[in-house]
């Protein structure tokens, strides 16, 4: 189940074609970081760069140039070498770089000085992400300067630099069959995790362990990493929305937030389930639980063709305030309260985010300063959630130190959508009976 060599070459060819005539892109590899003294941290493609190539190593850069009549993708990568593959791996070079990449031409990076100038020069625009990269963004200016030295010999300087992003993450934001067949697979990984973590909860046990059983179940299935910093909050720790610490004992009577996601084939899946550690909700744990449930299922039925991006987000937001306003945390009419947005103190994220090759995708929210439309393809996470903080002032303690959030992805589809990690329970029976069944 990978993306084809045939489909890496139609994106080219469609990125190429926005281009137009006289330009060329510079994509650089994602740079090896360290991750203390001499280790690394395993290595991860740019996206972008993988995006465009399915080249998955280090130290090279890819050139694309729109009518080029020697091939109009090149590749700069590492040459073969024999007593560094011995420690590090296999290095597939220059030679076989077109074979297995599809590159109409590949040359050694360390020759990349020589020759990307000359690539460059005579060219009406350059497409690069300037600012991710500072030592690359230096390389790019050093390659310009020696362009621009040759001026008086006939060298002719590009006229424009142009935001490489607005036509690459455009393309990534409708996702191919294929991606879609990656993506259901990274969330059913992802959702059989959550089920294994709902089996193996118990009080005593460490958040940390609890994450491990995620953990162990992604490798297992192919996912050597997760696609972000798993969030496994027991309590209090809940209502900290970034909580990845995981280092504290999870306790009877209280709920756990788990949001966690595998990578599978350079691809994210994002879920969050909470769950009572006994197995068994509290009524004011009951209450708030179904008003975020409630809030997810009026979110995803704004989902579909035709909807902006910002209908499910109030949807959710309107649920959850007439939701606050019936237990008496909020006081007013709905539509004062949604208006001044009295519900943020309890709520303070959006209900989701496009989801691809990153966790948080790129694709712009905004087109002409308006909510872009939903459109077949694309594929966002619906998460509304509540949190009340344990020192939340004029608030029943009852309610207080509850942090709950509900995650699923979905795939916007031309009948409507599809959610694709819908294989975990997230009804509060059959969270319950699933947890009734715990063995030990």
Known sequence: MQISAKEFQQRRQHLMALMGENSVAILPAAPVRTRNRDVDHPYRQDS?????SGFTEPQAVMVLKPGRKHGEFILFCRERDPERELWDGYITGPERAGELFGADDAFPINDINDILPGLIEGCDKVYYSMGSNQDFDNKVMSWIKVIRSKVRNGAQPPNEFMVLDHFLHDLRLYKSKKEVQLMKQAGKISAEAHVMG???CRAGLW?????????????QNGCRSSAYPSIVGGGVNACTLHYIENQDKLREGDLVLVDAGCEYQYYAA???RT????GVFSPEQKVLYQMVLDAQAAAIKQVKPGSHWDQPHQAAIEVIT???????????RLSDLVAKEA????????TGHWLGLD??????YKVGGEWRLLEPGMVLTVEPGIYIAPNAKGIAKKWRGIGIRIEDDVLVTKEGCEILTDQVPKEIDAIEQLMSDRSG
């Open 322 to 332: 007439q939701g606050l306003l019936d237990i008496g945390i909020l006081k007013g």
């Open 207 to 219: 958040e940390y362990q609890l994450e491990g059983v995620y953990l162990n179940h992604f490798i």
């Open 343 to 350: 519900y943020k103190p309890y709520y303070m994220h959006k």
């Open 198 to 200: 709902m089996r193996a």
């Open 270 to 272: 994002d879920i969050t």
């Open 48 to 52: 972008d760069f993988y995006y465009l």
């Open 359 to 364: 966790v948080h995708d790129v694709g712009e």
């Open 275 to 278: 769950y009572p550690v006994s």
